[in-house]
Structure formats: structure tokens, C-alpha cells
């Protein structure tokens, strides 16, 4: 009635020519393209399918290439079925291939909706180094069926469960993780982006809990010629391995990939977004900041994403995520749960690092902690960079950057406070109040700090500092004072605390 010589992608309708050698109501013949005439040459297992008509009803059977199919009026090997059967099922190549229907039939067991197609369900030859493929044969009321799915792939089962077909594995994402953005609470994006995929995957850890075990809210960047950059969380100190360690997963970094290394990576993110974890990466869309890698198309050739500067343009777009601008040159993979430190002991190693952000040295001309802050001081008092001797741009440049570490210091001490007046629970009980106290302290910096950023921004909306002067617009001197004196006094509760840090430390560690 119907006959097919197919690898489950391509087929030849070799009906007529199955019909033509029938003898004697008996069919003998080799499935092989001599005898099926020429189809595309493939890696995939080459499958001869069959439904035929006896007395005793319809039938279905098949053979692999270079088979013999044998067909006569006294037997039928499969009788048609409304319902969906698999009878056979093969994992390999043309090269080497087994039968795998054990396997098939465990799976069944389970109702799997998928199953992936690999070595690890599947027994794969020692033999081979070529690509392997999945072959089933299946029948159902409309017929036989071939179905090829390549390692790597998906097979799924349709909604009624009476067909096969392979999953669209050139496109996926990661639904439903939350937006990104500024003054909600979470201002540092790198936290901010691992506060996003750690809750995707189902981990209770807060932002501020991810600013405490990593130390990223103790940090305080500055460079001298004023750049945007120094408030990411990575540009001068390693935040993230103390973070990974306390919460017990593995880090896998791709750094500065070179060209010829981008299709590997491609391959671990789809592997990654597959198996549902996010990636983070900084420098997707419009900035460097860091941002989660939510899905992919084309294979991986875009990707999918979620950043701080998504906006309205989801809304616009009507998209869940938008796609990447740029090929991010930092990629951190989150690998496997291990075994992690208690509280107590993550506490310990928040207040180390407590005291080393304070006390980090300049590293590529960034200053971190206490020099940070006498840089940033110097650099508000410098009138050369405030009056006519900078262009308005520069000035409206640094008058940004001055915001921008503003809010980035004031999130990054709040979270402080929160997180130590959380973590004092996990100290013995004559050691809390010392924990809460330093919490205290840096829920008033975070205090005074943004007070004094509210002024700033309203009397930016009132033109009250801005002075028009011939040479263009400056920073009124009078308000940088303001805040390099509230900064020197913040530098001196910071002193103070991390030297009672220090001495806590050790007293907590014998």
C-alpha cells in the first residue's frame, strides 16, 4: 500500500518499485539504493518502511539498509493500531548502530513528554567518532513513521501522544524571569543579574544576601578620569568567587573569548539555556553592564536577553525578552551545586573581605575603598575640572559619574546593613550586638547618603547648582564642598569600622 526509504529526514516513495517485485503473493527484496534508487547520502540510519494488505488485515514492517525485507500472505508482522506504537528504535550512525527498544520501552515507563537525545540515554558505540542519531520507527492509525533526531536534540511526543517529532532546538527561553532596573533596589547589575538567575533557579537567596556573601557591598571604585565603569562590581576586585563558594555553585568563566572561541561558547550557553540555567554576561545591550542570557534563536547565532536598559521597549515590541546588541566579553556559567559553608562561616569570610575592600590597592588605575574615596574627594575639589578649563560635556559627564557612584555606594552600604543585622543571627549570641552595630552604621551611611542625593537631584531640577558662565556650566563649588565634606566624614566611619571589623574577626575566628 505504502512504502518509504527514508533516514527520518529525507525519503523516497519507493511503493511502485516494493510492488513490482512481488512474486507469487511473496515479497523477498534488500533494502539498500540499489534496489531503492538514489536518495541524499546521509550519516542517519537508513530505514526500509512498509505497510501492506493481507486477507487477514493491514499490516506494517521494516527493515535497516542493506536489510531484507520478507513479506508473504501468512504472516504480518505489525497489525495497523489506532494507537501509537514503537517498533523499532536504533542509536548510532550508517557507520555503527544498536538497538536501543530496551531503552525505549524503560522511557515509556516514565511517560517522558521528551527525551534527549544523547549518549547518556542512550548506548553509543566505542567505535565511532561521527555524529550519532536517534531513529525510531513508530506506527498509529495513520500509517508507519521514520523519526531522526540527532545528538544534542529533543524528541518530544504529540499533546495525544500518537506521534513523534523532533523539538525545535534552534530557538528557546527561559520564561518568566523578572525585569531589571535602576532605583528598585538593586543598582549593582552584576548582583542584580545573579539575583535574577539564582531565583530562576529556585534558590531563596536575596540581592542583598548576594551583596553580603560576595563583600560587593563593602566595595567603593574610583578613577581618575572619571568613567562609568568604575561602578561595576568585577572592575577592580573579585567579588564573584567568594560569592560562588558561599552559595555552593560552580563558576565557569568565558573571558575575552577570541573569535575562533565564540562557537564553542555558543554551543555552553545552548547547552545551558537547555538544561534551564540562566547566563550572565556584561555588555549585551546598549552599555557595559551586566545582564542574563534568557534564551537564544538560530542555534545560539542570537541571543536572548534581560538588562537594566530594557525599558518600555518590551512593551513596545510585545516581547518577553529583547535580543542581544553586542557579543558580551565576559560570560559566567553557573555550573554544579556543591557542598557550601554554613552561615556562620560565610559571615566570616563577608567580614575578610570587609576589611580587604577597604584596604584593596589601585588595580588598573582603578582606587578601591579607602583610596576611592580620597580620590573622589580630590577630584570634587579640583576647580580645573569643574570650571572653564573642561568642556560641557566633560562636565555633564562627570556630573553623571558623580550620580552614578552616588546611588551605586548608597545600594552597596544598604545591603550592607541588611545584610549584617540578618546574618548576626547566625553568631553567638555575645557577638550579635557588635554585628548589628556595624549593620546600624551602614544603614546610616546609606541614610545620609541618599539624603544628601535627593538634594543634589532636586536642586539639579531647579538649576540652584548649575552656574552659566561664559566658558559654558559648571558644578557649583559651593555643593561639591558639601559633598566632599559628607564624604570625608563617611571615610571616617568607614575607617572606624573596618578596624572594629578586624578586631571582631578575630576574636570570632578562635
Known amino acids: 500500500m505504502e512504502a518509504v526509504f527514508t533516514d527520518g529526514e529525507t525519503q523516497v516513495d519507493v511503493t511502485r518499485i516494493l510492488n513490482s517485485n512481488i512474486n507469487g503473493n511473496a515479497l523477498y ?37 542493506d536489510g531484507f525485507l520478507s513479506l508473504s500472505l501468512k504472516e504480518g508482522k505489525y497489525k495497523k493500531d489506532e494507537n501509537r506504537q514503537i517498533i523499532g528504535a536504533f542509536y548510532g550512525n550508517r557507520e555503527d548502530y544498536r538497538d536501543c527498544m530496551v531503552k525505549i520501552k524503560h522511557y515509556d515507563y516514565f511517560a517522558w513528554k521528551e527525551i534527549p537525545v544523547g549518549h547518556e540515554s542512550f548506548p553509543s558505540s566505542t567505535k565511532t567518532e561521527k555524529q550519532e542519531y536517534l531513529t525510531l520507527i513508530y506506527s498509529n492509525g495513520e500509517g508507519i513513521h521514520v523519526v531522526s533526531c540527532r545528538e544534542g536534540e529533543v ?33 549593582c547589575t552584576w548582583a542584580g543579574a545573579l539575583t535574577r538567575a539564582f531565583q530562576y533557579l529556585g534558590e531563596s537567596y536575596t540581592y542583598e544576601q548576594l551583596m553580603g556573601l560576595s563583600g560587593a557591598c563593602y566595595r567603593i571604585a574610583f578613577t581618575e578620569v572619571w568613567d562609568y565603569s568604575a561602578v561595576d562590581a568585577l572592575v577592580a576586585y573579585d567579588y564573584s568567587t567568594p560569592l560562588f563558594k558561599a552559595t555552593g555553585y560552580e563558576q565557569i568563566w568565558a573571558d575575552r573569548l577570541r573569535k575562533e572561541e565564540r562557537t564553542a561558547e555558543r554551543h555552553r550557553i ?90 584593596a590597592p589601585v588595580q588598573n ?20 575640572l569643574w570650571d572653564g578649563h573642561s568642556s560641557h560635556e566633560e562636565i555633564d559627564r562627570r556630573i553623571g559619574i558623580n550620580d552614578t557612584t552616588l546611588l551605586n555606594l548608597i545600594d552597596a552600604r544598604r545591603s550592607a ?25 551602614y544603614a546610616d551611611i546609606a541614610e545620609s547618603l541618599t539624603t544628601f542625593r535627593n538634594q543634589s537631584k532636586k536642586a539639579a ?13 559648571n558644578f557649583s563649588k559651593d555643593f561639591r564642598k558639601k559633598q566632599a565634606e559628607l564624604l570625608k566624614q563617611v571615610l ?10 578586624e578586631e571582631l574577626l578575630q576574636v570570632l575566628k578562635v
Not at 42 to 57: D, F, H, M, N, Q
Not at 302 to 307: A, E, K, V
Not at 369 to 378: C, H, N, S
Not at 425 to 438: D, N, S, V
Open 417 to 441: 546593613g541588611v545584610y549584617l543585622n540578618e546574618a548576626a543571627a547566625f553568631t553567638p549570641e555575645a557577638f550579635q550586638e557588635a554585628i548589628r552595630l556595624l549593620s546600624t552604621k
Open 270 to 359: 545552548v547547552a545551558d539555556i537547555n538544561e534551564g540555567k540562566p547566563v550572565i554576561a556584561i555588555n549585551l545591550r546598549i552599555a557595559p553592564e551586566w545582564g542574563v542570557i534568557t534564551g537564544y534563536r538560530d542555534n545560539g547565532k542570537t541571543l536572548l536577553c534581560r538588562t537594566y536598559f530594557d525599558g518600555e521597549l518590551l512593551k513596545e515590541r510585545g516581547m518577553d525578552y529583547l535580543e542581544a546588541d553586542f557579543w558580551p566579553f565576559l560570560i559566567t556559567h553557573i555550573g554544579e551545586s556543591k557542598d557550601k559553608p554554613s552561615d556562620y562561616e560565610s559571615l566570616l569570610a563577608s567580614l575578610e573581605l570587609l576589611i580587604k575592600s577597604f584596604q
Open 155 to 187: 524528541l518530544c511526543y504529540s499533546k495525544d501522544g500518537k506521534d513523534l517529532f523532533r523539538k525545535d532546538t534552534s530557538c528557546a527561553e527561559l520564561a518568566g524571569i523578572a525585569p531589571l532596573e535602576w532605583e528598585k533596589g538593586m543598582d
Open 365 to 384: 588605575g582603578y582606587y578601591q575603598g579607602q583610596e576611592a574615596y580620597e580620590r573622589w574627594i580630590e577630584g570634587l575639589l579640583r576647580e580645573e
Open 492 to 501: 571616617e566611619i568607614e575607617r572606624e569600622m573596618a578596624a572594629a571589623g
Open 29 to 65: 527484496i534488500s533494502a539498500n539504493s540499489k534496489t531503492m534508487g538514489f536518495m541524499k547520502d546521509s550519516e542517519r540510519v537508513k530505514i526500509l518502511a512498509v505497510t501492506y494488505r493481507t486477507p487477514e488485515g493491514t499490516f506494517h514492517d521494516y527493515v535497516t539498509e
Open 461 to 473: 531640577a531647579d538649576k540652584v547648582h548649575y552656574n552659566e558662565i561664559d566658558t559654558g556650566r
